[in-house]
């Protein structure tokens, strides 16, 4: 697994909505425009904070992404593009998928530092 960016979100609360999902390992390069064309699009979006995304060599990836109100992820949900390429990953690209939504009342930040 390869290091990710970690989103800079702001003071809570906020939501996140954390999709876990099971890829099938079919049509990698579609699977692989489909998520970067996914993942530019969420950033047009009213009320998109980040996300951060990982997914390990068994296939089985989690991706978060952060939004300032429920209505914001609805929205997203409802997006035509999005929902296109939803059914796409249902029929083509995954064997399961749990999409969890939580409210964040408290985050916390720490980093090493990097010079002395």
Same mark, same amino acid.
């Given at each position: 697994?390869?290091?990710?960016?970690?989103?800079?979100?702001? @003071? $809570? $609360?906020?939501? =996140?909505?954390?999709?876990?999902?099971?890829?099938?390992?079919?049509?990698?390069?579609?699977? =692989? @425009? &489909?998520?970067? &064309?996914?993942? =530019?699009? &969420?950033?047009?979006?009213?009320?998109?904070?980040? /996300?951060?995304?990982?997914?390990? @060599?068994?296939?089985?990836?989690?991706?978060?992404?952060? #939004?300032?109100?429920?209505?914001?992820?609805?929205? #997203?949900?409802?997006?035509?593009?999005?929902? /296109?390429?939803?059914?796409?990953?249902?029929?083509? #690209?995954?064997?399961?998928?749990?999409?969890?939504? &939580?409210?964040? @009342?408290?985050?916390?930040? #720490?980093?090493?530092?990097?010079? $002395?």
């Amino acid at each position: 697994m390869s290091d990710i960016a970690l989103a800079d979100t702001p @003071e $809570p $609360p906020y939501y =996140a909505v954390i999709f876990t999902s099971q890829r099938n390992g079919d049509d990698a390069d579609g699977y =692989a @425009e &489909a998520a970067e &064309a996914m993942s =530019a699009l &969420a950033t047009q979006q009213p009320g998109y904070l980040g /996300a951060e995304s990982v997914r390990g @060599e068994d296939g089985i990836g989690i991706t978060v992404s952060y #939004w300032r109100s429920e209505d914001d992820i609805l929205s #997203w949900k409802r997006h035509a593009e999005h929902a /296109a390429i939803r059914n796409r990953g249902r029929r083509d #690209w995954y064997t399961r998928y749990i999409t969890r939504v &939580a409210k964040v @009342e408290r985050a916390y930040d #720490w980093f090493a530092k990097t010079s $002395p």
